[in-house]
T-cell receptor, first 113, second 110 residues
Framework: DAGVTQSPTHLIKTRGQQVTLRCSPK?????VSWYQQALGQGPQFIFQ???????QRGNFPDRFSGHQFPNYSSELNVNALLLGDSALYLC????????????FGSGTQLSVL | EDKVVQSPLSLVVHEGDTVTLNCSYE??????LLWYKQEKKAPTFLFML????IEKKSGRLSSILDKKELFSILNITATQTGDSAVYLC??????????FGQGTRLTINP
């Protein structure tokens, strides 16, 4: 049983560019959440998708957007990249309405130069 | 503003020592407290606590929650080099949204 998978593992972009990160949830999970983890910090909640809609959103600007597909996989898009967007982006999946336990992927390390 | 604070931020001990990691919180809509271990990239689940005073145990690791004083501790006994990692505390606010602390970086020296 594959766990949460994310791609790519590493990405280097320049300021102003746009990036798309991808996530496949653990088998049977229907909810996908995205977190940003800056170096030396804990993960920060970006948003959550359920039934192909954004259900909750953290304190992130509109440059951060996402999508969930009918097979429950998800994308995170970031436009107009800033140096401060450099971070590890973690995807987490879960069964909605069960409990708070999330299963995390290994993340995408984004570097903005 | 929701806040989860972990201490210490960094800890270096010798193999075989016992360590206690602390987590205090001030959040709205508390549902649960979770501990994760992050060795390289993917945080892996350790414990989820919802009730005060009930100690959760898994081998050498144990954790307890105090909902009156708003804190939790994670204990690791007889530490091994494989316990070296960042330990993350998070509060679940419902609908599976987690608020994380900064993490404690634990280093176990042989």
């Amino acid at each position: 049983d594959a766990g949460v998978t994310q791609s790519p593992t590493h990405l280097i972009k320049t300021r102003g560019q746009q990036v798309t990160l991808r996530c496949s949830p653990k088998s049977g999970h229907d909810t996908v959440s995205w977190y940003q983890q800056a170096l030396g910090q804990g993960p920060q909640f970006i948003f959550q998708y359920y039934e192909e809609e954004e259900r909750q959103r953290g304190n992130f600007p509109d440059r951060f957007s996402g999508h969930q597909f009918p097979n429950y996989s998800s994308e995170l898009n970031v436009n107009a990249l800033l140096l401060g967007d450099s971070a590890l982006y973690l995807c987490a999946s879960s069964w909605t309405g069960v409990n708070e336990k999330l299963f995390f992927g290994s993340g995408t390390q984004l570097s903005v130069l | 503003e929701d806040k989860v604070v972990q201490s210490p931020l960094s800890l270096v001990v010798h193999e075989g020592d016992t360590v206690t990691l602390n987590c205090s919180y001030e959040v709205t809509n508390f549902r649960s407290l979770l501990w994760y271990k992050q060795e390289k990239k993917a945080p892996t689940f350790l414990f989820m606590l919802t009730s005060s005073g009930i100690e959760k145990k898994s081998g050498r690791l144990s954790s307890i929650l105090d909902k009156k004083e708003l804190f939790s501790i994670l204990n690791i006994t007889a530490t091994q080099t494989g316990d070296s990692a960042v330990y993350l505390c998070a509060v679940g606010q419902g609908a599976q949204k987690l608020v994380f602390g900064q993490g404690t970086r634990l280093t176990i020296n042989p």
